[in-house]
């Protein structure tokens, strides 16, 4: 066997996470499910793990999953796992050393997608920009017995039609982080709290904004220094759920519903 990575996409909506939980739906529990279909091998020798944990109702594009494989060539991989797939695609491969961690990623990206009705989007990216650099977060996550402090590369803001896409670039992030920095922007741009709001609760103050809804956030990426990953063109799939249908799907479902 080898061990292998996988990019995978899916809707957040169909599932109640990511992390495996007995009687429920869930991405991991898929993803073990179709491996085992095509490889009949068991759990232990899977040796399955995940890059990013991911709530119930929010999206991936480029989360990445870990496991043991006896399929020689990536492509074959990919389009077996994509045939037996329910509601997961598996986008691209690479073949990795075993040692490989996919919780120490290089960067990890998320969009979030805000309504910009009512919204003064110069008071959102001046808030946005608060959460750039080193902080301590913690009024702005649960931190799960996890260190607050937290170097976010970027929080950026662009307006798309009626809609602001907030992209959070960082090595990794918390719980909830992301939905309670955008329910603080959405509230500082919509008048409902000032910038001095923001600034007392990124100095320790009990101060809480909030948490914007799940399935508005998407997981774009997550990147690792030295690992190459191969995407076949997508028209040598033939399964139930694609790439760029996800993307499709995404966007409508939000937007319908915002």
């Known amino acids: 066997m080898r061990r292998v990575a ?3 996409a899916y809707l957040g909506d169909e599932f109640v996470g990511s992390q495996i939980q007995p009687g ?7 993803v073990l499910s179709d491996i085992m279909k095509i490889s009949g ?7 399955l ?23 020689e060539d990536n492509v074959v ?15 691209s491969a690479a073949s990795v050393n075993d040692d490989l961690n996919p919780r120490h990623a290089t960067e990890r990206i998320y969009r979030y997608i805000l309504p910009a009705t009512g919204m003064d989007v110069n008071a959102a990216k001046e808030c946005a920009s608060l959460f750039e650099g080193e902080h301590d977060l913690i009024r702005f996550c ?15 803001i662009e307006k798309d039609d009626e809609f602001l896409i907030i992209e959070f670039r ?11 920095i955008v329910s603080a922007i959405s509230s500082v741009g919509s008048g409902n709290s000032s910038i001095d709001d923001v600034k007392r609760a990124l100095n320790g103050e009990p101060i809480t904004f909030g948490i914007a809804r799940a399935d508005a956030l998407t997981l774009v990426d997550v990147v690792y220094d030295h690992v190459e990953f191969v995407t076949p063109p997508t028209d040598m799939f033939r399964s139930r759920t694609d790439e760029e249908s996800l993307r499709q799907r995404i966007r409508r479902t939000l937007f319908d519903s915002l």
């Open 6 to 8: 996988v990019k995978i």
């Open 24 to 30: 429920h739906r869930t991405v991991e529990g898929d």
């Open 41 to 47: 091998l068991g759990a232990d020798d899977i040796g």
């Open 49 to 71: 793990r995940c890059a990013s944990r991911t709530d119930r109702g929010v999206n991936a594009l480029g989360n990445v999953v870990v496991f043991n494989t006896t399929f």
């Open 77 to 91: 991989l990919l389009k077996a796992l994509n045939a037996v797939s329910g509601g997961v695609f598996y986008r």
């Open 142 to 156: 649960r931190p799960d017995g996890k260190p607050t402090v937290i170097n976010m590369r970027s929080v950026k």
């Open 170 to 180: 960082s090595e990794y992030f918390l719980w909830n982080l992301i939905r309670r």
